[in-house]
Nanobody, 118 residues
Framework: QVQLVESGGGLVQAGGSLRLSCAASGSIFSINTMGWYRQAPGKQRELVATITSHHSTNYADSVKGRFTISRDNAKNTVYLRMNSLKPEDTAVYYC????????????WGQGTQVTVSS
């Protein structure tokens, strides 16, 4: 029904930047909140940032001031600009969307690896 496709992950040195993108497609009536979560090896998945359809944002304390989330409602796409990356940002980053099809449900992308070398 709904697919989330992420792109933009990769390997970067500490202090560098990356931009993640996630496009939602399928039988979408509307999208409420979109966001990014991450999971490092041996750790639980944690919230990175979320953004509502009205562009209200929320960030984890660990990324405030370094990461910026944005979205293009016309393209059903959410972005995550990551600056001043640290080795502890290394994780698989998952896109999330709360989507109205015939009901409101949560959808996840397949994940994209971000590796920050020291």
């Amino acid at each position: 029904q709904v697919q989330l496709v992420e792109s933009g992950g990769g390997l970067v040195q500490a202090g560098g930047s990356l931009r993640l993108s996630c496009a939602a497609s399928g039988s979408i009536f509307s999208i409420n909140t979109m966001g990014w979560y991450r999971q490092a090896p041996g750790k639980q998945r944690e919230l990175v940032a979320t953004i509502t359809s009205h562009h209200s944002t929320n960030y984890a304390d660990s990324v405030k001031g370094r990461f910026t989330i944005s979205r293009d409602n016309a393209k059903n796409t959410v972005y995550l600009r990551m600056n001043s990356l640290k080795p502890e940002d290394t994780a698989v980053y998952y896109c999330y969307a709360n989507v109205w099809v015939t009901t409101m449900d949560d959808y996840w992308g397949q994940g994209t690896q971000v590796t920050v070398s020291s």
